[in-house]
Nanobody, 121 residues
Framework: QVQLVESGGGLVQPGGSLKLSCAAS????????MGWYHQAPGKQRELVAT???????NYADSVKGRFTISRDNAKNTVYLQMNSLKPEDTAVYYC???????????????WGQGTQVTVSS
């Protein structure tokens, strides 16, 4: 139903910045809550940030004040601006699309392939 492709990852020094993009296709983008998650080696996948179609955002405590999630519904794209990067931000970052349909007890949940972010000097 929804295909997600992340881009923008790479190697950056501590204190640097990266902007990740996630392009969505295959369904109606505006119906989904979009999110970014990350997963470091040996760790569980963790929520980084979410954004609703109307622009309401939520962030993990570890990234508040440093990361900004945004979306462009006309372009079917969600972004994650990452500033003041720390070595502990190193992980694979995944784009997520989620849609709840409680009347039918259904949740649609889709993931991208991930993009590597490495923060190192």
């Amino acid at each position: 139903q929804v295909q997600l492709v992340e881009s923008g990852g790479g190697l950056v020094q501590p204190g640097g910045s990266l902007k990740l993009s996630c392009a969505a296709s295959g369904s109606i983008f505006s119906r989904y809550v979009m999110g970014w998650y990350h997963q470091a080696p040996g760790k569980q996948r963790e929520l980084v940030a979410t954004i609703t179609s109307g622009g309401s955002t939520n962030y993990a405590d570890s990234v508040k004040g440093r990361f900004t999630i945004s979306r462009d519904n006309a372009k079917n794209t969600v972004y994650l601006q990452m500033n003041s990067l720390k070595p502990e931000d190193t992980a694979v970052y995944y784009c997520n699309a989620r849609r709840e349909r409680p009347m039918w007890s259904l949740v649609d949940d889709f993931w991208g392939q991930g993009t590597q972010v490495t923060v190192s000097s």
